[in-house]
């Protein structure tokens, strides 16, 4: 959480800063709830196919506001598109998951979805809750679209088209890294839980340099 509340810290605006920083320390929402819920800190980002491990959904925001911002700075640099709100846009990347752990719960090693989750997604609880606590309009908006097509509305600003690609850059890779490791371990024969995406990342890259006779003989060394 230390880690998000310092990327907050980079909004110039004040009122707004404090409000996201507010948000994050405090994301509490009105709507009921039945204790099954997970916590930001030990919640996925995803049940199965992107950093779905514990902590993996705090990863997960810290690499899309990381990516948000270097986007924007690319199309500074490159393109001279100096007016696209860097504010809006790390408040939107900082609040996009924000009540995901909300809709998932534990069952013995995996992950499924709360009571409440079983009823409401993640982007209507935090629009709702966005909405209750009077953040700006552009801001709902961003939050509202970060699942591009797939969102009820489609991203219409420059701001909102930044996190949805950011999104979708840090989901897709990491899980097809995730995945590809799965594969592999399963190819293996061997029996191990990926809790991180560094370990993930490494066993993909063993597989391209040793083969699976490297990955069979690293696994069996943990």
Do not use: W
């Not at 009105?30 to 204790?35: K, N, V």
């Not at 009823?119 to 709702?128: E, P, R, V, W, Y």
């Not at 420059?158 to 989901?171: G, N, T, W």
């Amino acid at each position: 959480m230390e880690a998000l509340i310092d990327l907050a810290k980079q909004i110039e605006n004040a009122e707004l800063r404090e409000t996201i920083i507010s948000f994050l320390e405090s994301p509490t929402t009105s709507i009921e709830t039945f204790g099954d819920e997970l916590t930001i800190e030990e919640a996925p980002a995803s049940k199965r196919v992107h950093h779905s491990y514990k902590g993996g959904l705090i990863e997960h925001t810290i690499a899309v506001t990381s990516i948000a911002i270097e986007i924007i700075n690319v199309l500074q640099k490159v393109y001279q598109i100096d007016f696209i709100s860097r504010d809006l846009t790390i408040a939107g990347a900082l609040l996009h998951d924000i009540y995901k752990p909300l809709t998932y719960a534990k069952s013995g090693s995996a992950y499924e979805r709360s009571r409440l989750g079983s009823k409401i997604d993640h982007t209507s609880l935090i629009f709702g809750e966005a909405l209750h606590r009077k953040l700006p309009l552009e801001l709902l908006h961003i939050i509202l679209s970060h699942h591009g097509k797939g969102s009820s509305a489609q991203p219409r600003s420059l701001e909102a088209l930044v996190l949805h690609l950011a999104d979708y850059i840090d989901s897709q890779l990491l899980g097809d890294i995730l995945l590809g490791a799965e594969s592999i371990i399963k190819r293996a024969g061997r029996r191990v839980k990926i809790d991180n995406s560094k370990f993930a990342a490494f066993i993909c890259k063993l597989m391209t340099t040793k083969g699976i006779q490297g990955v069979k003989e690293y696994l069996d060394t943990l």
